[in-house]
């Protein structure tokens, strides 16, 4: 049996993404597996038609004529009501299905029957580091705030040695070194700025410093289970806000990727902070979506406040689409791997760990305990 995967065109605002690229379409048909691309899917990260045709993918048109036969969907964002209905019952969908703020879509696919797999609850183990779609795009996201700030402050980043005098390098603080935020220490200090960090987690600490960053110390060790922090004591929390105030007050960029997963995103800093800032000075908070770092933030909105500006970006890794989605689609091909056996038949025991927790929904059940209770509560 050849599995066959469909590819749809996202039709989220302000989405460029496509899940997957030829050269992954390539890899996949050559794996035997046969693969329909939506026309006009690669368009917005400058992914032609053509390219997906040279890769061996069939392209065609939305509809019936993309979903009707197809075992796998792989996608970006969560289906709409009216894509989950077009889908055949039993279709697997894997991609960025957002399951706590999604709940419409996770309701059409339990009643279309269709299986789910959200890469948002891939485990962080070794064996499934090639799916980790939530780092892939925390990278993107890293380096494309660094870009933002850059071009909204009223400073060079570089020290410069002119002719009118010596410029200073910008000061620049990245508050949390995850994924995304040792990508902005990172991209930052390639732009000349002078960069400090922090994060609770003290093994952060030796990675800023590889990164050529200063590292503000704090004597707490907020280590949480796989890789995350956990969530500060009310006495850890005023420690960490005092020393963490003063050193965004004497910053040109503060830059916050501080996230607990499932969580309200922690407050790291207050309005009475951004008034003690300098003005010119950029806020960029990469946990907008979640609440928000800052007090002052608003979700896909700049604030101007004490004359410094406050950036909530939506979906950064969008713009930069093209490699946004290489990586992307490499996460999702390494995922495929455990649903397709190597004869070329769908897998369809989840026993294997990444599988189970990842499974979002099957055969009209929610499998994720946190989702189905959410849906519970808003019967």
Do not use: W
């Not at 995922?335 to 070329?344: A, I, N, Q, S, W």
């Not at 294997?352 to 946190?370: F, M, N, T, W, Y």
């Amino acid at each position: 049996m050849v599995v066959t995967v469909a590819v749809p065109k996202e039709t989220a605002p302000g989405e460029r993404r496509v899940a997957s690229v030829p050269d992954v379409v390539a890899k996949l048909a050559k794996a035997g597996v046969s693969v329909r691309v939506q026309s006009g899917a690669g368009e917005q990260a400058y992914l032609p038609d053509d390219s997906y045709r040279s890769a061996g993918a069939t392209v065609v048109e939305g509809g019936s004529g993309l979903y009707a036969g197809a075992q796998v969907v792989l996608r970006v964002n969560p289906p709409t009501t009216e894509e989950a209905r077009s889908m055949d019952p039993g279709t697997i969908v894997v991609g960025f299905l957002g399951p706590g703020k999604n709940l419409p879509a996770v309701r059409a696919m339990m009643e279309r029957k269709l299986t789910a797999f959200a890469l948002e609850l891939v485990p962080r183990i070794t064996r499934a580091q090639g799916m980790d779609g939530l780092s892939s795009q925390a990278s993107v996201a890293g380096y494309a705030s660094v870009l933002l700030a850059a071009s909204e402050s009223p400073k060079f980043f570089p020290m410069l040695t002119t002719a009118a005098g010596t410029i200073r390098p910008a000061r620049v603080l990245i508050l949390g070194a995850g994924v995304a935020g040792l990508m902005a220490i990172a991209t930052a200090r390639r732009l000349g700025a002078t960069v400090e960090a922090y994060d609770v987690r003290r093994a952060a600490g030796e990675q800023v410093r590889s990164l050529g960053a200063k590292f503000l110390e704090l004597s707490i060790n907020a280590e949480g289970a796989g890789g995350y922090a956990r969530e500060l004591t009310a006495e850890e929390k005023a420690q960490e806000s005092g020393m963490v105030s003063k050193a965004v007050a004497e910053a040109d960029v503060v830059i916050t990727t501080a996230n607990v997963p499932g969580r309200k995103a922690p407050r790291l800093v207050t309005k009475e902070t951004v008034a003690a800032m300098r003005p010119g000075a950029v806020v960029v908070d990469l946990a907008a979506e979640s609440g928000g770092n800052c007090e002052l933030t608003r979700a896909g909105e700049t604030v101007v406040d004490h004359g410094v500006k406050i950036l909530g970006p939506l979906n950064l890794p969008s713009r930069v689409p093209t490699h946004a989605s290489q990586m992307y689609a490499k996460n999702l091909q390494s995922f495929l791997e455990l649903l397709v056996t190597r004869e070329g038949n769908l897998v369809t025991d989840y026993a294997d760990e990444i599988l189970a927790a990842s499974c979002l929904v099957r055969d009209g059940e929610v499998k994720h305990p946190g989702t189905r209770e959410a849906l519970e509560a808003r019967a």
